[in-house]
């Protein structure tokens, strides 16, 4: 923008309400020196100074009315009429209304620090665009402390971090309707295109960033993964939002579990609308404000952290998660909390949240190698842990209970838990069974199951889970079973199958629901009396486990 373009449209913005850094914003500037405060201001300004120092100059020329021309920071003139009419004509207030004070170069400075400046804003001296997000309420030595103080009191362990500011959708409509307004003023300048202003919470960061690192000891990263999100509301922005109702209401409704004015959807259809619409349902420029926005949550969160590792469960009475029906606890405890509530005391997590690859039934012990498990933890305070606590904390889980067992405890990434759900159905499992016959057994009974291979079978879904699981039938395959003859009516079966096979299912038949069955194969009445899960592993391919590498065999489990 060339400097006859910059007096017009900063003067206008002042008019209209807005602060010295939403001037700038709205002028395209985009060095992040500009906004903040010099550290010696009487020694040198900045391009941020000598703007507000300008407009100052302008609207005492235009007050006075004495000048005819009048100079701008590059000594290009401006004709007076020009400024004062182009100003007027797009804003329904008047840019030169409020006659400015003179302001020391000390006073000036200070007022910078903060956004506050001698540009007036009405009566309470609030931003119409930013809603006081850049200006003292937001920018001053107090809020910063109140900031720090907050992440101090939380006690997490970090060694960077990043800042998110989440505004009022009032916010962005009252930026929009100061966009309309200067695409009337310069219609070469100001397209439809908003991405040539910087955003609040860029400029805010701009302002605040540096004070914000000394205070906590810690530099700003992006990528950091520990935030300081601040939330900020402004008590009527359902109030200057409702003409979005009545303009578009099937996209603004009322529901009882959703917001109705969110800021993508606010967004959408404010870039859809003609600026006619617009201004004839919203105030141009923005109603005054007589008191800025307030920050109402400063919460401090970090990226979750991982830890996986294996169970073994040598209990028939224990479930793997809380079992809790109508408020009723069907089993004493769980695997989850007997493992998952002193790791979560380790990292001094806020929640958790336990993923297993696959589950046994209360009554089905898993011996082998284990099944692999991974929690999720919110939010952990501490995030630094060595390999030797963890062995520490694993051999504190073992010594408390004989239900379960738990080996291989190590944090991993994210990326490579989502091993934990890879190629599910590709998986072989083998069982050991032991199963009552109605009629007598012989060996040659033993033998007819020991050669049965890859066996197809038909697997509608089970009585017992119908409750929780769709009705559907579901081909699986038993590839090889052997079995040991103990008396003439009991006899002990191992089996391998494709993953998802219903095993109690294949033996009892499920009153004929699976088919065909084990009664089938022996031509009597059969029932399973205890299962154990064995070994878990690809299709010809045994599992080993490596404890450094526990994620990374994960697809082969």
């Known amino acids: ?165 989440t505004f009022p959708v009032a916010l962005l409509v009252r930026e929009h309707a100061i966009w309309v307004l200067l695409k009337e003023l310069l219609p070469d300048v100001y397209s439809d295109n908003h991405g040539d202003i910087k955003m609040v919470k860029d400029v805010w960061k701009w302002i605040n960033g540096a004070r914000l690192v000394e205070k906590l000891a810690a530099p700003l990263d992006q990528k950091s993964s520990f935030e300081v999100a601040m939330m900020f509301e402004h008590t009527d922005t359902a109030g200057e939002c409702n003409f979005l109702c009545d303009l578009c209401p099937d996209q603004f409704r009322k529901h009882k579990n959703r917001e109705m004015f969110t800021k993508i959807r606010v967004g959408q259809v404010l870039s859809e609308m003609d600026d006619s619409t617009f201004k004839s349902c919203y105030q141009c420029p923005p109603r005054r404000l007589k008191a800025p926005c307030e920050c109402v949550t400063i919460r401090c969160k970090h990226d979750a952290i991982y830890v996986a590792g294996r169970y073994n469960k040598y209990s028939r009475t224990l479930s793997q998660t809380p079992w809790i029906i109508d408020g009723s606890r069907k089993t004493e405890s769980s695997i989850e909390e007997l493992v998952c509530t002193k790791i979560q005391d380790l990292f001094r997590a806020d929640e958790y949240r336990f993923s297993a690859s696959g589950r046994e039934d209360v009554d089905v012990k898993m011996l082998g190698s284990g099944r692999p498990f991974v929690m999720d933890m919110t939010s952990p305070h501490r995030v630094t842990v060595r390999p030797e606590e963890l062995d520490k904390l694993q051999k504190e889980i073992n010594s408390s209970t004989t239900e379960i067992a738990v080996r291989d405890l190590q944090i991993v990434t994210r990326e490579e838990t989502n091993r934990l759900k890879e190629g599910e159905m590709l998986k072989t499992k083998t069982y050991s069974a032991l199963c009552w016959a109605q009629t007598t057994l012989t060996p040659e009974d033993m033998k007819k199951l020991d050669s049965v291979k890859d066996l197809a079978l038909q697997q509608k879904t089970p009585i017992r889970v119908l409750h929780r699981r769709p009705l559907g039938v579901r081909e699986k395959c038993v590839h090889k079973m052997s079995a040991e003859l103990l008396d003439p009516h009991h006899f002990r079966l191992q089996l391998s199958t494709q993953a998802g096979t219903y095993i109690k299912e294949f033996v009892h038949g499920d009153f004929g629901r699976t088919r065909p069955n084990l009664g089938e194969l022996l031509q009597t009445d059969c029932d399973i009396l205890e299962l154990n899960v064995e070994v878990r592993h690809r299709t010809g391919t045994a599992y080993s486990v490596s404890p450094t590498y526990l994620m990374s065999d994960l697809r082969c489990s």
């Open 1 to 165: 923008m060339e400097d006859e373009e910059r007096a017009p449209v900063a003067l206008a913005l002042s008019g209209w309400g807005c602060c010295v850094h939403c001037v700038l914003r709205f002028l395209g500037e985009r060095s992040q020196a500009t906004y903040r405060l010099p550290r010696d201001v009487r020694a040198k300004y900045t391009d941020c100074l000598m703007l507000e120092r300008w407009l100052q100059s302008l609207k005492s020329d235009t007050d006075s009315d004495t000048a005819t021309d009048r100079a701008t920071p590059s000594g290009d003139t401006i004709n007076d009429t020009s400024i004062g009419d182009i100003a007027n004509n797009v804003s329904t207030g008047d840019a030169s209304a409020d006659t400015a004070k003179d302001v020391s170069i000390g006073d000036t400075a200070n007022d910078m620090s903060t956004g506050d400046t001698a540009v007036s804003t009405g009566d309470s001296g609030v931003c119409v665009t930013c809603l006081g997000v850049l200006q003292q309420s937001h920018c001053s030595e107090e809020f910063l402390y109140r900031i720090s103080e907050k992440v101090k009191s939380e006690k997490f362990e970090f060694s960077n971090f990043f800042c998110s500011l």
